[in-house]
Each structure stands twice: as structure tokens, then as C-alpha cells.
């Protein structure tokens, strides 16, 4: 799958722009702050209908505009192409049309054009909360699972349900058993589908970090979570009492986490900023994979500020392993024309260099 063309109206710092891109790599150049980043958001945007931070969808609209359009033509390989457009008007409804149609529901898009992005906050999948581990989690695995999404949905909704119940003090056994039952059945389908993905994952995983670190250190990813030891409906039956008082629910898939370590301890506490990013990257290439076999699509890759923190041995690691037959199509940003030009003779095929201010994309020869 290659993204062929992007029309963008009003999307961050970009006024309106409209690019013939590369079906190989495409990398722009340009000062902090100019708008490349945003460019890669945008490609985000139209492949999977929500930005790549969390952030309220209204602030990716251009200050003092209304709306936002960003629209392209995907090239799906065997002569298929597919259109989409995607947009935000202020106090409206987000509208997403493919092939000129709107879906009966957003959650059809996903997984249509996958996409894996390697953006310079990722360190914090490793030293954040587990919340940000979990969105990874449900964000992949939806992109190759259809039903996933669906089954998260009900969870959740059964879980605000009987939050519900705990913070009115309810303290009918018989009707927390009757959402119990329904939000048991939804977590076991959850964390069946995550902990089938980290098993798979991981040793695609360890073998993409020794690749982009040189063999230097050992790392492994684990799934965390309470139902790998416990019946979930006993595990609520035992908590009610403590959750009553707390007004929350304290056990279930909503509480998993993954655990990230290196050569035996924990990444978060021992790594360094080049060993945490190489740590992430080796997790996104993973990814990658995972969802190129999963769904029999090559996703598009972004790497957004690539070449930050890291020496030059893992760069030219990391130039190597993005070179090989498996992957497609690449977009790259950086402050440094030399780095990009590196780039583009280290990597086979077909290229685009943009240079980038203001908003504005400039095709360099």
C-alpha cells in the first residue's frame, strides 16, 4: 500500500498544500517548528481518523480557521486505488468519507490503511503511565483484528456501568453479578487478543533491537495483567467491597500494562535516552511486522525525527534494516539536509526530498 497524493487544508501550521509523493521515500527538511511533523500527522490523520497524540481533534484546525480538510488517494496494489477524505468543522461531528462514501461507523476505517509511526515522544511508552501502554496495545491490535475494537468498546462501557453502581453505593449483589458477567466475558477477549500479540511480537521484537543495537544488550516485553492469574468474575467478587469505598473498579484489562526491560531490569529506571529510543524503534519495526503479516498490507512508515539522540552507529543500523524488501513506503523528517541525503543513497528506489518553512513544502531536486 503507498499513499500517491495528500491534499491539506488547515491542518496545524500547514495553510493548504497539495504533494506528489514517493512510493519509496519521501523525507523533509527544515527547522524545528515548520510544519514537518505536522505533515506526517496529516498522513496519520487520513489512515487512521484520529491524531497521533492524544489531543482534542479541534486542535489540530488552523488557529483562526473553522475547519480542516485532509484528503489522498491510496495505490492498494493489483491496479486498486481508494479515496479518502477526512474533516473537522468547529462544533461538529468529524466526517470521513471513502471513495466518496461516509461509513456507517468510524471504527470501519481502522485497519484499512494501516500506518506505524516512530515519533520523538515515544520514550514515554517507556517512561509513562500505563495508559500509554495500553493505547499502543489496543491501537495496534485493532488495526489487524476487526472485532478487537468492538470487544474493547463493550468492555469499557460495562466497566463505566458498574463504576457507576460503586459511586452511588449500590450494594445489590444480584446486580453487579449481572454486569459482571457481561464485562468478564468482554476482558477475557481482551486480554486473550493482547496477550497473543506479545507473544507473537516479541521475538520479531528482540530480533529488530539487536539488529538497531548492535547485539549490546538483551531485551524483553511482557504482558501484564490480573486475569493471567485469576478468574476476572471472582477477582470482582473479591475487590467489590474495596471498590465500593474507592468508587472505582481496581482489577481488569482497564489496569495492563507491559512491562519493558533491559538486560534483566527495568528500562524505564537504568536506560539511557539513545537506549530508550533504540528500544521504542526496535518496538515499532515490530510492529510493523506484525501488521504487515497479520493483514497482508505493507503499512506506510513515518519516522518523525529520526536521527535524534542516537549515534551514528544505530542510524546506520536503522538505515539498513528500513532498506531491506519488507518495507514500502517511508516518510522521513530531520533538521539536517545531510542526514536526509545519507538517507536517500543508503535507500534503494524511488525519493522525494521536500524542504519545509512555514508551512510550506518545496520539492528539491
Given at each position: 500500500?503507498k499513499l500517491e497524493n495528500i491534499d491539506i487544508l488547515n491542518f496545524k501550521n500547514i495553510a493548504e498544500v497539495s504533494l506528489e509523493l514517493?512510493?519509496?521515500?519521501?523525507?523533509?527538511?527544515?527547522?524545528?517548528?515548520?510544519?514537518?511533523?505536522?505533515?506526517?500527522?496529516?498522513?496519520?490523520?487520513?489512515?487512521?481518523?484520529?491524531?497521533?497524540?492524544?489531543?482534542?481533534?479541534?486542535?489540530?484546525?488552523?488557529?483562526?480557521?473553522?475547519?480542516?480538510?485532509?484528503?489522498?488517494?491510496?495505490?492498494?496494489?493489483?491496479?486498486?486505488?481508494?479515496?479518502?477524505?477526512?474533516?473537522?468543522t468547529r462544533g461538529k461531528a468529524k466526517k470521513l468519507l471513502r471513495n466518496g462514501k461516509e461509513y456507517g461507523r468510524l471504527s470501519e476505517?481502522?485497519?484499512?490503511?494501516?500506518?506505524?509511526?516512530?515519533?520523538?515522544?515515544?520514550?514515554?511508552?517507556?517512561?509513562?503511565?500505563?495508559?500509554?501502554?495500553?493505547?499502543?496495545?489496543?491501537?495496534?491490535?485493532?488495526?489487524?483484528?476487526?472485532?478487537?475494537?468492538?470487544?474493547?468498546?463493550?468492555?469499557?462501557?460495562?466497566?463505566?456501568?458498574?463504576?457507576?453502581?460503586?459511586?452511588?453505593?449500590?450494594?445489590?449483589?444480584?446486580?453487579?453479578?449481572?454486569?459482571?458477567?457481561?464485562?468478564?466475558?468482554?476482558?477475557?477477549?481482551?486480554?486473550?487478543?493482547?496477550?497473543?500479540?506479545?507473544?507473537?511480537?516479541?521475538?520479531?521484537?528482540?530480533?529488530?533491537?539487536?539488529?538497531?543495537?548492535?547485539?549490546?544488550?538483551?531485551?524483553?516485553?511482557?504482558?501484564?495483567?490480573?486475569?493471567?492469574?485469576?478468574?476476572?468474575?471472582e477477582l470482582l467478587d473479591r475487590t467489590r467491597v474495596k471498590d465500593t469505598v474507592l468508587g472505582f473498579t481496581t482489577q481488569g484489562v482497564?489496569?495492563?500494562?507491559?512491562?519493558?526491560?533491559?538486560?534483566?531490569?527495568?528500562?524505564?529506571?537504568?536506560?539511557?535516552?539513545?537506549?530508550?529510543?533504540?528500544?521504542?524503534?526496535?518496538?515499532?519495526?515490530?510492529?510493523?511486522?506484525?501488521?504487515?503479516?497479520?493483514?497482508?498490507?505493507?503499512?506506510?512508515?513515518?519516522?518523525?525525527?529520526?536521527?535524534?539522540?542516537?549515534?551514528?552507529?544505530?542510524?546506520?543500523?536503522?538505515?539498513?534494516?528500513?532498506?531491506?524488501?519488507?518495507?514500502?513506503?517511508?516518510?522521513?523528517?530531520?533538521?539536517?539536509?545531510?542526514?536526509?541525503?545519507?538517507?536517500?543513497?543508503?535507500?534503494?528506489?524511488?525519493?522525494?526530498?521536500?524542504?519545509?518553512?512555514?508551512?510550506?513544502?518545496?520539492?528539491?531536486?
Amino acid at each position: 500500500m503507498k499513499l500517491e497524493n495528500i491534499d491539506i487544508l488547515n491542518f496545524k501550521n500547514i495553510a493548504e498544500v497539495s504533494l506528489e509523493l514517493s512510493g519509496g521515500v519521501n523525507c523533509f527538511v527544515g527547522s524545528n517548528g515548520m510544519g514537518k511533523s505536522n505533515l506526517l500527522e496529516g498522513v496519520h490523520f487520513l489512515s487512521l481518523a484520529r491524531p497521533m497524540q492524544s489531543m482534542p481533534e479541534s486542535g489540530l484546525i488552523r488557529h483562526g480557521e473553522e475547519m480542516l480538510l485532509v484528503k489522498g488517494r491510496y495505490d492498494m496494489g493489483d491496479d486498486r486505488r481508494e479515496e479518502v477524505s477526512i474533516g473537522i468543522t468547529r462544533g461538529k461531528a468529524k466526517k470521513l468519507l471513502r471513495n466518496g462514501k461516509e461509513y456507517g461507523r468510524l471504527s470501519e476505517h481502522i485497519g484499512r490503511f494501516p500506518i506505524v509511526a516512530v515519533t520523538p515522544s515515544d520514550p514515554g511508552l517507556v517512561t509513562g503511565a500505563g495508559e500509554v501502554r495500553r493505547k499502543l496495545l489496543d491501537v495496534v491490535i485493532s488495526q489487524t483484528d476487526r472485532s478487537y475494537l468492538g470487544r474493547l468498546i463493550r468492555y469499557n462501557r460495562g466497566l463505566e456501568s458498574r463504576n457507576r453502581m460503586l459511586r452511588a453505593g449500590v450494594r445489590d449483589k444480584l446486580l453487579y453479578e449481572s454486569i459482571e458477567a457481561g464485562l468478564a466475558e468482554s476482558a477475557a477477549e481482551v486480554f486473550k487478543a493482547r496477550k497473543e500479540w506479545t507473544r507473537d511480537i516479541t521475538p520479531v521484537f528482540n530480533e529488530y533491537y539487536a539488529a538497531v543495537a548492535g547485539g549490546r544488550e538483551a531485551v524483553a516485553l511482557e504482558y501484564d495483567s490480573a486475569l493471567a492469574d485469576n478468574d476476572y468474575r471472582e477477582l470482582l467478587d473479591r475487590t467489590r467491597v474495596k471498590d465500593t469505598v474507592l468508587g472505582f473498579t481496581t482489577q481488569g484489562v482497564h489496569r495492563d500494562d507491559l512491562r519493558m526491560q533491559m538486560n534483566g531490569y527495568s528500562l524505564r529506571r537504568t536506560g539511557s535516552q539513545g537506549q530508550l529510543k533504540s528500544y521504542v524503534i526496535a518496538l515499532r519495526l515490530a510492529i510493523f511486522d506484525y501488521v504487515r503479516r497479520t493483514t497482508g498490507i505493507t503499512p506506510i512508515l513515518l519516522l518523525d525525527d529520526i536521527f535524534d539522540k542516537l549515534d551514528s552507529g544505530r542510524v546506520a543500523n536503522i538505515m539498513q534494516v528500513v532498506s531491506g524488501s519488507g518495507f514500502g513506503q517511508i516518510f522521513i523528517t530531520d533538521t539536517n539536509r545531510e542526514h536526509l541525503d545519507e538517507t536517500i543513497a543508503a535507500l534503494s528506489g524511488d525519493s522525494r526530498l521536500f524542504a519545509v518553512a512555514d508551512g510550506n513544502f518545496t520539492p528539491i531536486s
